[in-house]
């Protein structure tokens, strides 16, 4: 049973708006989320991440929303460009409480190929 | 610096045979993380190390998988003996200051293909 869900397999956007990717998740347990970005023949690489304790976090073009009554986070991409096409994955784990941040023990969704075109 | 490097980047291999595939991660980072990724499955935790000790190995499929990490620059996740539905991209992570972000650091995959 997929505790992390991305219903979204794939998302096209013009290039210039913005792109909102969507995550859910089931497990109340979770409460430290990451976003990842995936190219083709690579690894993924971290993106941003947001605690449970905040309901958004921002970094340049990228801000991540938490929704934790819905159980619900997305990440907004504002503007998009070409170069931001890729697979995202959304990612959730429980929170270190003796050192902040995450376990490291990852859950991940399937991810969202999102295609920004010029 | 150098990043998470694993070996071999492809392997084509048949069914019944042993495969090794190897990891070095990031210089001064105590977890190490593999994981497997499939288009049915996605991305799945299969085990993870702290401190070269497996701290929870629940993700491993079956006992035909087996991850050690003799010591904190070196791990395997062996597969013995290999079958078709092995085949995936088998990515090794590591992470190191767990008072940041937590993110983890990846390597670039190794695409296993068993005929």
């Known amino acids: 049973d997929q505790q992390v869900k991305q219903n979204s397999p794939s998302l096209s956007v013009q290039e210039g708006r913005i792109s909102i990717l969507n995550c859910d998740y089931t497990?109340?347990?979770?409460?430290?989320f990451l976003w990842y970005k995936k190219y083709p023949a690579e690894g993924p690489t971290f993106l941003i991440s947001i605690s449970s304790i905040k309901d958004k976090n921002e970094d340049g073009r990228f801000t991540v929303f938490l929704n934790k009554s819905a159980k619900h986070l997305s990440l907004h991409i504002v503007p998009s460009q070409p170069g931001d096409s890729a697979v995202y994955f959304c990612a959730a784990t429980k929170e270190d409480m003796n050192y902040g941040g995450s376990q490291g023990n990852l859950i991940f969704g399937k991810g969202t190929k999102l295609s920004v075109k010029p | 610096d150098a990043g998470v490097i694993q070996s071999p980047r492809h392997e084509v291999t048949e069914m019944g045979q042993e495969v090794t595939l190897r990891c070095k991660p990031i210089?001064?980072?105590?977890?190490l993380f593999w994981y497997r990724q499939t288009m049915m499955r996605g991305l799945e935790l299969l085990i993870y190390f702290n401190n070269n000790v497996p701290i929870d190995d629940s993700g491993m499929p079956e006992d035909r998988f087996s991850a050690k990490m003799p010591n904190a620059s070196f791990s395997t996740l062996k597969i013995q003996p290999s079958e078709p539905r092995d085949s995936a991209v088998y990515f090794c992570?590591?992470?190191?200051?767990?008072?940041?972000?937590?993110?983890?650091?990846f390597g670039e995959g190794s695409r296993l293909t068993v005929l």
């Open positions: 497990n109340s347990m979770f409460d430290y």
């Open positions: 992570a590591s992470s190191g200051d767990r008072i940041y972000t937590g993110e983890l650091f």
């Open positions: 210089s001064g980072h105590n977890s």
